[in-house]
């Protein structure tokens, strides 16, 4: 894995094992980072044919590597088999780490259930502004009428980011009800909520 050859180093990604669990995520995520395209490659490759028997490791790689590449990564394994890193993300919205409740409630929100609405739904009361964003656009994601209402509370979060990802998550919803809440949104302290509100509507009507 640390070969100078860059094909020995892919080659050695693809032939990994999915045991100790604990090990190989850490593996693949350093991979991700590698300086060669193939060996990058490879690593996503890897990940991206997570089973049920390998979902540990895939876990702990998207905890683990670079947030530039996490959503590259999630979005490929996310297409290979949806339902198995989202039910490991449901393990997790209640984690001590902010990071980590952030990451599930992302994968949560690449569901296609109730329980993924309401998973996110939950999350807009976390204490972590950055977990209540990404919940914001997962349920923009998700475009669940079922929404709207935890949506519009959520015009009132101290988070200017929050608002205003509201404000988009409301404008994809196909339901009469969002209009008043981007009405009001239009009203809000911050500018950029403002300006994000306008645009909505102008999109929405």
């Given at each position: 894995l640390?070969?100078?050859?860059?094909?020995?180093?892919?080659?050695?990604?693809?032939?990994?094992?999915?045991?100790?669990?604990?090990?190989?995520?850490?593996?693949?995520?350093?991979a991700l980072a590698d300086r060669d395209e193939k060996v990058r490659h490879a690593s996503m490759e890897r990940l991206a044919r997570v089973s049920s028997t390998d979902r540990v490791p895939a876990w702990s790689a998207l905890r683990q590597c670079r947030?530039?590449?996490?959503?590259?990564?999630?979005?490929?394994?996310?297409?290979?088999?949806?339902?198995?890193?989202?039910?490991?993300?449901?393990?997790?919205?209640?984690?001590?780490?902010?990071d980590e409740r952030a990451l599930a409630i992302e994968a949560i929100g690449w569901g296609a259930t109730q329980a993924c609405v309401e998973a996110g739904i939950r999350a807009l009361g976390d204490p972590a502004a950055a977990v209540r964003r990404v919940a914001i656009a997962s349920l923009g994601r998700l475009r669940d009428r079922s929404a709207v209402s935890a949506l519009g509370k959520a015009l009132g979060d101290p988070d200017a980011e929050v608002r205003s990802g509201a404000v988009r998550a409301l404008g994809v919803i196909d339901d009469e009800g969002v209009l008043s809440y981007l009405v009001d949104a239009l009203k809000d302290p911050e500018q950029s909520v403002r300006e994000t509100a306008s645009h909505v509507l102008t999109e929405w009507s």
């Amino acid at each position: 894995l640390h070969d100078v050859d860059a094909g020995v180093r892919a080659t050695a990604i693809q032939e990994l094992p999915g045991d100790p669990a604990d090990r190989v995520g850490p593996i693949l995520a350093e991979a991700l980072a590698d300086r060669d395209e193939k060996v990058r490659h490879a690593s996503m490759e890897r990940l991206a044919r997570v089973s049920s028997t390998d979902r540990v490791p895939a876990w702990s790689a998207l905890r683990q590597c670079r947030r530039e590449e996490r959503h590259a990564l999630l979005e490929a394994v996310i297409e290979t088999d949806d339902s198995v890193i989202v039910d490991i993300a449901f393990e997790h919205p209640s984690s001590a780490d902010e990071d980590e409740r952030a990451l599930a409630i992302e994968a949560i929100g690449w569901g296609a259930t109730q329980a993924c609405v309401e998973a996110g739904i939950r999350a807009l009361g976390d204490p972590a502004a950055a977990v209540r964003r990404v919940a914001i656009a997962s349920l923009g994601r998700l475009r669940d009428r079922s929404a709207v209402s935890a949506l519009g509370k959520a015009l009132g979060d101290p988070d200017a980011e929050v608002r205003s990802g509201a404000v988009r998550a409301l404008g994809v919803i196909d339901d009469e009800g969002v209009l008043s809440y981007l009405v009001d949104a239009l009203k809000d302290p911050e500018q950029s909520v403002r300006e994000t509100a306008s645009h909505v509507l102008t999109e929405w009507s």
